[in-house]
Nanobody
Framework: QVQLVESGGGLVQAGGSLRLSCAAS????????MGWFRQAPGKERESVAA????????RYADSVKGRFTISRDNAKNTVYLQLNSLKPEDTAVYYC???????????????????WGQGTQVTVSS
């Protein structure tokens, strides 16, 4: 069992930056691949970024490549999402998710993840 708590969301102007954190409690965090998703009003939840258990493999949605960076600190049981060059279309609730998955693989699709946080709101004004 893993419990996930996101933080770091807020209101920012276009072009600005935010750093989201996802703190995990429970056992064996380092055996979990982690992901970040977002859901905008009236839209489906979509995958934004994913990282393998070791941090050696990452994956990004095309819409955020070059602007967002996912990372993790297994000693702190925390995964991060650095959001740079934010755009109004990045406005959404951002969720982190976890799946127990060893090796270089990451998850990507919603159904692949077993544990979810409650989300943190990111609002980008134009």
């Amino acid at each position: 069992q893993v419990q996930l708590v996101e933080s770091g969301g807020g209101l920012v102007q276009a072009g600005g930056s935010l750093r989201l954190s996802c703190a995990a409690s429970g056992r064996a965090f380092s055996t979990y691949a982690m992901g970040w998703f977002r859901q905008a009003p009236g839209k489906e939840r979509e995958s934004v970024a994913a990282i393998s258990w070791s941090g050696g493999t990452t994956r990004y949605a095309d819409s955020v490549k070059g602007r967002f960076t996912i990372s993790r600190d297994n000693a702190k049981n925390t995964v991060y999402l650095q959001l740079n060059s934010l755009k109004p279309e990045d406005t959404a609730v951002y969720y982190c998710a976890a799946v127990q998955l060893m090796g270089p693989r990451t998850g990507w699709y919603i159904h692949e993840y077993d544990y979810w946080g409650q989300g943190t709101q990111v609002t980008v004004s134009s």
